[in-house]
């Protein structure tokens, strides 16, 4: 055992010694070019990682909802901006169908909005209440945009027995561009306006007068409404720049994750 670590051993020293020999017979010349190249190939790395970060740094502090840029100088925004990032990434939702119901249905909700002044960034709300889906929550909420009974019969929707007119694309559009620009017509602030269509004008009202702030990134809210508008800007994000959150194309197979059981609202009683 012994004569085998020496030889061993022996072995390593022989090797250190020759590639000792092979530097110190290389040409002085070609030893300064290898290390040059080095040198220049470790920093044309180092500047491509800066700029990779500086462009993802300019990135990051430029989301916004409707022009409203989210001020990550605030306490705890940037880190609840960051979560809810990565909650919507393509490793968390499989992101296929959220894709594509947005290009279904984007091109009827556009030019609604736009109608009634509201702006584009809206469209993302009915993803995040309903996944862009028809269906009814326990509480009653119903349709694309998940309006409750009263307040959608308030904006001019029929719903009874017989017809139930939040479950038409274009009509619940409609009713809810004429909800948020009521809303808006209250708080003249966009984020506030996302944020009070999700917990109801008055209890922001009241979250607002009791607390004293001005703006949603600095209300103590329940906790869905609390991070409802980064929800909303998260979705926006994903679908506009899917590959920064690791979107991939949908297999041959078609195979589209359903992504309604993440897609809740709460409807704290709308009107």
Not at 74 to 86: H, I, S, T
Not at 102 to 122: C, N
Not at 134 to 156: E, I, N, V
Request: one cysteine or more; aromatic letters at 10%; proline letters at 4%.
């Amino acid at each position: 055992m012994i004569k085998k670590h020496m030889l061993t051993c022996a072995l390593a020293v022989l090797i250190l010694i020759g590639s000792k020999l092979f530097i110190y017979s290389t040409p002085a010349s070609t030893k300064d070019e290898v290390i040059a190249q080095i040198d220049a190939e470790e920093f044309v790395e180092k500047h491509r990682e800066a700029l990779e970060i500086e462009k993802r740094e300019a990135y990051f502090s430029s989301i916004n909802f409707a022009d409203e840029l989210v001020p990550l100088d605030k306490k705890g925004v940037e880190k609840r901006l960051k979560r809810n990032l990565d909650k919507f990434s393509y490793s968390k939702l499989r992101t296929h169908k959220l894709h594509r119901l947005a290009k279904q249905w984007f091109p009827v909700i556009e030019p609604i909005l736009a109608k009634h002044g509201i702006p584009e960034d809206f469209k993302y709300v009915p993803l995040v209440e309903s996944g862009l889906k028809s269906g009814t929550s326990h509480k009653g909420a119903s349709g694309y945009w998940q309006f409750m009974p009263a307040t959608a019969r308030s904006f001019g929707l029929r719903v009874d027995d017989s017809v139930d007119e939040r479950h038409n694309i274009v009509k619940s559009t409609e009713a809810a561009a004429k909800y948020i620009k009521a809303l808006y017509n209250i708080f003249d602030d966009w984020t506030l306006t996302a944020a009070a269509f999700n917990v109801g004008e008055g209890s922001l009202l009241r979250s607002l007068n009791a607390q004293d702030k001005e703006t949603y990134y600095e209300l103590s809210l329940n906790p869905e409404t609390r991070v409802y508008v980064y929800k909303v800007i998260s979705m926006k994000e994903v679908i506009e720049h899917p590959e920064l959150y690791g979107f991939q194309p949908a297999n041959g197979r078609g195979m589209l994750a359903d992504n309604s059981s993440v897609m809740q609202s709460d409807d704290n009683g709308r009107l």
